[in-house]
């Protein structure tokens, strides 16, 4: 079964001090790992696509990267407006459609 | 990009209702989906809507419970039928601009809370 795990669930960082946030998958098939931003009573926000191992990401203070197992979002140099949760999701392949397996997320809480 | 509105932005509904959430996009898309997010969880899809014919529902999710319209390429209304408190969640809809791997881009939901 398509699986995927975030971790940590939650993390407090002071501002400046750069992190790791980590993005498990178990499927058949990628087709693609998608990171996203969702604030407080907003849809979530779509942030990078990768696609396959090896592929790196960034954008600002942002960066995605992939293996065959995982992903990870690098934040360096945070700032309190980074605030967010931050969502992993996978396409597999197969399926005739583009269905997203969604991970529970990381709250992320940077303090100045 | 596109905007996507969402109608309501959130409701109070009684137990045994119903309710009709509506999803407008500003362009004409490929794919159109609904999602539910429960308090504390992650999104689950419940279908995919299908233009000019039924809507593909996931494993767990019925046409009887979440009826599902998308009369054209920009449009697409989501029901909860026969409320109970259990239906409280946000409900969001989300649409892909291109080819079936691109990003999907989201609304900003609807808050349900059922009494």
């Known amino acids: 079964e398509d699986q995927v795990t975030q971790s940590p669930e939650a993390l407090r960082l002071q501002e400046g001090e750069s992190s790791s946030l980590n993005c498990s998958y178990t499927?058949?098939?990628?087709?693609?790992l998608f990171w996203y931003r969702q604030d407080p009573g907003k849809g979530p926000e779509f942030l990078f696509t990768?696609?396959?191992?090896?592929e790196e990401k960034e954008k600002e203070r942002l960066k995605a990267t992939l293996t065959k197992k995982e992903s990870f979002l690098h934040i360096t140099a945070p700032k309190p407006e980074d605030s967010a949760t931050y969502l992993c999701?996978?396409?597999?392949w197969g399926g005739g459609y583009n269905k997203l397996i969604f991970g529970a997320g990381t709250r992320l809480a940077v303090h100045p | 990009s596109a905007v996507i509105s969402q109608k309501p932005s959130r409701d109070i509904c009684q137990r045994g209702t119903s309710l009709t959430i509506q999803c407008q996009v500003d362009?004409?898309?490929?794919?159109m989906f609904w999602y539910r997010q429960q308090p504390g969880q992650s999104l689950t899809l419940i279908a995919t809507?299908?233009?000019?014919?039924?809507?593909?529902?996931e494993s767990g999710f019925v046409i009887d419970k979440f009826p599902i319209s998308r009369p054209n390429l920009t449009f697409s209304t989501l029901t909860v039928s026969n409320m109970s408190p259990e239906d409280s969640s946000i409900y969001l809809c989300?649409?892909?601009?291109?080819?079936?791997?691109?990003?999907?881009?989201f609304g900003d939901g609807t808050r349900l809370s059922i009494l």
């Open positions: 999701a996978v396409q597999a």
């Open positions: 499927v058949s098939g990628l087709r693609g």
């Open positions: 990768l696609y396959s191992a090896g």
């Open positions: 362009s004409q898309v490929t794919m």
């Open positions: 809507a299908n233009q000019g014919s039924e809507a593909t529902y």
């Open positions: 989300s649409v892909v601009l291109g080819a079936e791997n691109q990003p999907q881009h």
